[in-house]
Structure formats: C-alpha cells, structure tokens
C-alpha cells in the first residue's frame, strides 16, 4: 500500500512538472530574457533553452575580439531576419558565463553553433561569417540539397563575383553530394549546378567537373574523382577564389588568416618605390606557379596600419623590399637571404623552404667560439645589448646583411678600424648579421648601418652617416667620446643625489622604527 502511494505521489508530480513546462511554452518562457528577439542565456536557463527548440543558434560573443563585432554584426543582422523562423537565435556571453561556456568548450572555435533537437554535445559549427547574409546561407543550404544550386547560368556568367559551377552529368552522383557539401561550409561564395549539354560543350568539359567562372571567362577548373574529398575541395575553391597576390590590409586580413593554406610568402616593400613593378611581377610570377602550397601577401611598408604586422616579424620600413615565409602552424619565420628579387630566387627559395632545407630565421644565431678575441667581436641576438649597453665601454656596431655586397664591402675598413684602436681597452669594435638574428632596438637607416654606443648609463645610439674612411671614422669616434664625458658627469652627480636620497630614507625608517621599538 506504501509502495502504490508513493508511486501515485511520483506520478502526479511529473504530470505537475509536465503541466508547467507546457504552460511555459505556451506562454513564451517569459524566464529566458531576450534582447530584440536574441535569447540571453546563461548557465541557469541553457538547458531549457535546449529542450525548447529543434534549432537553436547560438552565439558565444567575446566583447573586445578582434572578430568579435564583425561576427556579432553579422549575427544580429541575421536574427533580425530570422524572426518567426524555426531557428532561434541566442548569445552567451563568454566574459560572464565562464562556468558555461567551460562547459561547453565555447572559447573554442566556432563562435556560432547550431544546437538541433536537444543536442547538447555535437553542435554543428557554422563558418565565420562575413555578413549577416553568410548565416542565412549557410542556414539555407544546410536544410536544402544540391537540387537547389541548379541554375540557368545566362544572368550568372556575367557577373563581377566569383562563380563555382559543378558540370555534372547525373544529379544523383556522389561527386554532386560532395560539392553541394563544399558549398555548405562555404556560404559566402556562390554555388552552382549544371546539367546544360550545350554549357558543357562550351566549357569544353570532357568529364565532372567543377570550374571556377568570373564573367564567363574560366578562371580555374578541377577535375572530380573518386579520391576527391571535401576538404580537398574547399581548399581549392579558397585558395582559387583569392588573387595569386593579396595585398595585406583590415578587409583581407581575415580571409588570409582563414586560408586553408599554412605557408604565407610575404613581400615587405613599398608601392611608391621605383623598382616596385619589377618586385612585384617576379613575385606575382611565382605565387602562381606555388598557388596550392604558398599563400603570396603583399604588405606595403608605407601604410602606417601595417604597422602592428611589421612589428610582429620585426621589419623596419627601411628593409624593405625583402620576403618572409611563415608557418602558421607552428609560426616558424624565414627570410630570403637575397639582395635581388627576381623570380629564380623567389621560387628557389620557396622550393628550398618546401622542401625543408632553408634556415629558420632565428631571435638570435649561436655565440661562437672566440667571439670576443677578435680585433672586430662577432656579435649576435643574444649578446647585442648586454655588450652595446656596456657604461663603460664605448662600443661602434656594423649592422650588416650577411648576403649583401654593399654590407660586406664595408668588412676590411672595420678591420682597419679595429686594427687601428685595439690599444684603446674603452673602445670596442664590433658587428653583427640583422639577417640572421633578430634586433629589438630602434633602429634607422638601410643597411648597412654603422652606430655607435656611447659609454653611458642612458641607452644612446648614434648613428654614424659621414664618409666610410678610416679618418673619419676615427674623428667620430672621439668626438663622441668627448660627448659621452660631459654627459657621463653629470650621469655620475644625478647617480650620487639619487643614492644619497636613497640612503636617507632608508635612514629616516630606521629611526622611526628605533623609535616604536623604545616606546
């Protein structure tokens, strides 16, 4: 009898519990708050949120991204659209949802999923949208089929934007199946299919096939077998779909970054420069003949908001022209070690580099032995600061390009110099390869640049830009050592204020403290 009424008592409460959760629904589940019809969730109301919808698109907002407005923008306009629809759109908020969004592992790419029918663990990942536009399509062609993309292409051909067509012969193949699922993961490029014989024949396509159009005219084509894969097939249709050089600025830098492509050439030179068109066609010449393998960027060094990118692989403006390959993998940096950018010693490089005999540019090469035993002391990354910097020693550095003529050119004169003040121990000559190792100090002029390191405590440069003769040389060098004097005294006195000060306020705590001790 105990047992029969506590199974009516569990009964009537889930029939209770039912009761509620429909009422809910039907009243709107005015508990999950909203913000122009975008669910604001959180770790206390996810889970109803869940049940509640078959299709619930959610994005997890990080505020202050570099991505984050633009794939916000693009997600409310989309929401905006999508009032009514079977989708439901919902934000959780990354900076104050920390538990959830561990638990969901949402600081993770996508910044967008789909949740279908209550699944809480196998979201399906919505690619980074350009617009608002990208969303719908994606959405679109996620619950559509391939029947969908077949299209009179007359209007289509003529159009400025790039157009990928599968030629196709029987809608029911499995290449057809694998091509419309390429166009799923790719929302912002238009898709088509075609069964036109005539088209066909006009393309001269001989088998399926996808070709890549711009105003009728074929950009590219690639032919479907059964190894092809869609992964396999983005990447063409991606890497295809940009220039064979882009030009680095705020509206391509997503879509480099995103390439399917690891390997990044980057050409650093300025686009007023006189021998600018001569660069570039040698590296645009190459990028074509690497098109699958090298992603070719082209960064002009005269745009001030290239600056933060020229900071990060640590290029002045005055390098330039000069190329860098990067592994976004694992972030591994090379520099073409040439003066002349023709087009063989692009594409020697790049074949050198893919073929994994170049030499990573390094922070700084290894200390040889007997660096410092030399007339002319060796330096690298490492020891550049610690031995410039020296208070008390004056120190004249070569910066030079270890393959330039005009840097080497300069090597028996700085011998001579060296030979010249060995009896001075205050002064020490020295060089050290800017190709090779990496200089974290401000620095102008091309190389090679010869600067001096007056013996002081203030981190001074001077950059020496007289005639390259011994004499003068000699004659800078003491001049500005007799500088470096005049400042050094009156480094010394504010040096002696500063100890002094030090040491009386270390006194006057010491005697108050003597003072509470007595008390």
Known sequence: ????????????????????????????????????????????????????????????????????????????GAA???????????????????????????????????YLSGDKHNPLPCPVPQTSASILTWLERRAGSAADLVTDLTQSETSEELLVVGFFKDLKHEYVQLFYAAAVDLPDIHFAVTLNEELISKYDVTHDAVLLLKKSKRIQAYKMTPETSKEELMVFITVFQMEAVTEYTGQTATQILASPVMNHALLFVNKSSAD???????????????????????????????????????VRDFEAPLIRLVNLTNHVTYHLPSDTLDLETINEFCKSYLAGEAKPKMQSEMITE???????????????????????????????????????????????LAEALKQREDVVIARID?????????????YPSLCLFPALFAERVVVYTGKQKLKDLVKFVDREMEKAKKDRVKEDEDRRKYVEAIKAEEAKKANKTDTKDEL
């Open 434 to 446: 800017a190709s090779a190792n990496d200089i974290n100090m401000s620095m102008q002029g091309p």
């Open 1 to 76: 009898m105990r047992r029969l009424l506590l199974l009516g008592v569990t009964t009537f409460y889930l029939c209770v519990c039912i009761a509620a959760d429909t009422q809910a629904e039907q009243q709107g589940d005015k508990s999950i708050p909203e913000e122009d019809g975008v669910l604001q969730l959180g770790k206390g109301n996810f889970n109803r949120a869940l049940r509640k919808y078959k299709q619930l698109l959610v994005h997890f907002y990080a505020p202050l991204s570099a991505d984050g407005y633009r794939v916000s923008e693009a997600f409310q």
């Open 80 to 114: 905006a659209k999508l009032q009514g629809s079977e989708v439901k759109m919902a934000v959780i908020d990354v900076k104050k949802e920390k538990d959830l969004v561990k638990e969901l592992d949402g600081t993770s790419p996508p910044a967008i999923r789909l």
């Open 370 to 416: 007997g660096w410092d035993t030399q007339p002319v002391k060796q330096l690298v990354g490492s020891t550049l600061e610690k031995v410039a910097f020296n208070p008390n020693k004056t120190v004249f550095v070569l910066f030079y390009l270890h393959y330039s003529q005009e840097s080497r050119a300069v090597f028996p004169l700085w011998e001579e």
């Open 276 to 314: 600018f068109k001569e660069i570039y066609y040698a590296f645009y010449t190459a990028a074509e003949a690497f098109r699958l393998e090298v992603l070719f960027v082209l960064v002009n060094v005269d745009e001030p908001r290239n600056g933060r990118l020229m900071e990060y692989f640590r």
